[in-house]
């Protein structure tokens, strides 16, 4: 009878002792992850998991045909904008002139449309323009600008500021060429400057960065969960198990402010799955450089193709070797001539774009080709389906479709 009295006096006393983090339970999740946490198995699964998915994730970064930074001069932009530019805007003042006479109907929503599209390749013109320049194209399209609203309001523009304005659009591909580096300083034109880009960075949508990001947080929450437990939480048990719901917070909330961040100061992305024109244009010098761009490890994009090396092994391989006309040298794919005619098939040389390998480096395309570099599609494979719905297949992962 003691005893028990004893007993259950002490049991009284535990219960109203407060819980300062000394006595703890353990609840089911706690005995879920201490006994996880025992099997060394789990944690490698867990390891190449994250791996995996940090791949698949992250695949923008590793394998793209954009640099990551360019800081260069896109000659064949500029001038392609200079062009239109200059007709478009001539036509504008055109209409103008034909507005103000009532000579056509409908000439003034023209006008407006074509100033439009005139102000769209002046902005591109402005990249490359020094600021003393782009004050000069400034002027111009505020001139148009002014005119359009004068006749707009009924005003007459008069034959004298036609003529200015027809003249000076007239003179506009002549006054913005493009000059030489070698030009003499007192050349007609202008000397264009290098612009810094990021075109990686705006292929990215908003969707990626939420994965990114959340796969950084998720990863790296054994290093911040332990410094939260011990530092703000100072290891007491109750207070940790409360912190569980924040702790799930961050896990959801830090990817979703990121990716609202992202779409308000950077947009939701380009196509990433259309073939950018950087490589081509550094190839064949529609794209100066000031300084050596910077591209993914893996320099091949998720639709672009090398038809002359479609289907071939990976580039390690000795039967993958090429000679200087594109032939293979080994195995059974190296060409032979008919035994009747004498024909040997046309050989098709390797094109080597800015970036990448030579056409017998190992690395050029280490798990060979199909219509594509075969790293680089599995990449964009992996990137698109680990966001897509189950159950569905993801589009662009086959080379057929991504061309």
């Avoid at 062009?83 to 209409?95: D, E, N, P």
């Avoid at 002027?139 to 304005?165: H, M, N, S, W």
């Avoid at 050029?364 to 680990?386: F, I, K, P």
């Amino acid at each position: 009878m003691t005893t028990r009295t004893s007993n259950g006096a002490r049991s009284a006393e535990l219960a109203a002792t407060p819980d300062t983090g000394r006595t703890y339970s353990k609840d089911y999740w706690d005995l879920v992850l201490e006994q996880l946490g025992k099997h060394t198995l789990f944690k490698v699964g867990m390891f190449v998991l994250a791996i995996l998915y940090g791949l698949a994730i992250f695949a923008p970064l590793i394998g793209n045909d954009r640099p990551y930074v360019l800081v260069a001069v896109d000659r064949g932009a500029y001038d392609a904008a200079l062009r239109g530019a200059s007709s478009i805007a001539a036509s504008a003042v055109r209409k103008l002139a034909a507005a103000e006479s009532g000579s056509e109907s409908g000439s003034l929503a023209e006008a407006e449309r074509e100033l439009q599209a005139v102000s769209t390749r002046f902005d591109v013109m402005r990249l490359h323009l020094s600021s003393a320049d782009g004050e000069d194209l400034d002027a111009l399209e505020q001139d148009l600008r002014a005119a359009r609203e004068r006749v707009g309001r009924g005003q007459d523009l008069g034959d004298e500021q036609v003529e200015d304005l027809a003249g000076r659009v007239g003179e506009l591909a002549t006054q913005f060429a493009p000059l030489a580096a070698d030009a003499p300083d007192d050349a007609v034109g202008k000397r264009l400057v290098p612009h810094t880009s990021y075109p990686i960075l705006k292929s990215i949508g908003w969707g990626s960065i939420f994965f990114m990001v959340l796969w950084l947080v998720g990863a790296t929450f054994p290093l911040w969960n332990r410094l939260w437990n011990r530092r703000i939480l100072r290891g007491d048990r109750s207070a940790i198990r409360r912190a569980r719901t924040a702790k799930w917070g961050v896990l959801a909330g830090v990817p979703l402010v990121a990716m609202i961040g992202w779409i308000l100061f950077v947009g939701g992305g380009d196509a990433a799955f259309d073939v950018a024109p950087y490589k081509e244009g550094l190839t064949d010098g529609t794209i100066v450089p000031s300084e050596p761009p910077r591209f993914a490890p893996l320099p091949y994009g998720y639709a672009e193709l090398h038809e002359e090396e479609m289907f071939r092994p990976p580039t390690w391989w000795k039967y993958a070797q090429l000679d200087s006309d594109g032939r293979y040298i080994h195995g059974l794919r190296r060409p032979k001539a008919d035994l009747v005619t004498g024909y040997l098939p046309p050989p098709v040389p390797t094109i080597v774009r800015f970036a990448e390998p030579w056409p017998n480096s190992p690395v050029r395309h280490l798990a060979g080709t199909d219509e594509q570099d075969a790293t680089s599609s599995s990449a964009c494979c992996g990137a698109v389906a680990s966001a897509w719905p189950s159950g569905s297949s993801p589009p662009l992962c086959s080379p057929s479709s991504a061309s």
